[in-house]
């Protein structure tokens, strides 16, 4: 079992920056891969970021292009979510999710693990 913990989200007006923080615990020592996702209402969830199975490569969807960035701390099982200049748009519950295996990066049924998710709004 692995558990992820995200934080940092809030509301921020248009433009504003945010930094959400994922921290994973329990089975840590088996390898994974952490990505971010996000699911406003009514809507599928959405790919957001995450690194390749190797970690040599970084992924983001094209609307955060450019805007976002996701870093990890490996001694603190922690990855990251710098967002700036935030879009209404980008308002949505924010997750984190683990995967077990190479699979693929952007689809949310690979993926082993998520977290409870935290609140981004962003106000026009």
């Known amino acids: 079992q692995v558990q992820l913990v995200e934080s940092g989200g809030g509301l921020v007006q248009t433009g504003g920056s945010l930094r959400l923080s994922c921290a994973a615990s329990?089975?840590?020592?088996?390898?994974?891969?952490l990505a971010w996702f996000r699911q406003a209402p009514g809507k599928a969830r959405e790919f957001v970021a995450a690194?390749?199975?190797?970690?040599?490569?970084?992924y983001y969807a094209d609307s955060v292009k450019g805007r976002f960035t996701i870093s990890r701390d490996n001694a603190k099982n922690t990855i990251y979510l710098q967002m700036n200049s935030l879009k209404p748009e980008d308002t949505a519950v924010y997750l984190c999710?683990?995967?077990?295996?190479?699979?693929?990066?952007?689809?949310?049924?690979?993926?082993?693990?998520w977290g409870q998710g935290t609140q981004v709004t962003v106000s026009s």
């Open positions: 999710a683990a995967r077990l295996s190479s699979g693929s990066y952007n689809n949310p049924n690979d993926y082993n693990y």
């Open positions: 329990g089975r840590t020592d088996r390898r994974y891969a």
């Open positions: 690194p390749s199975w190797s970690g040599m490569s970084i």
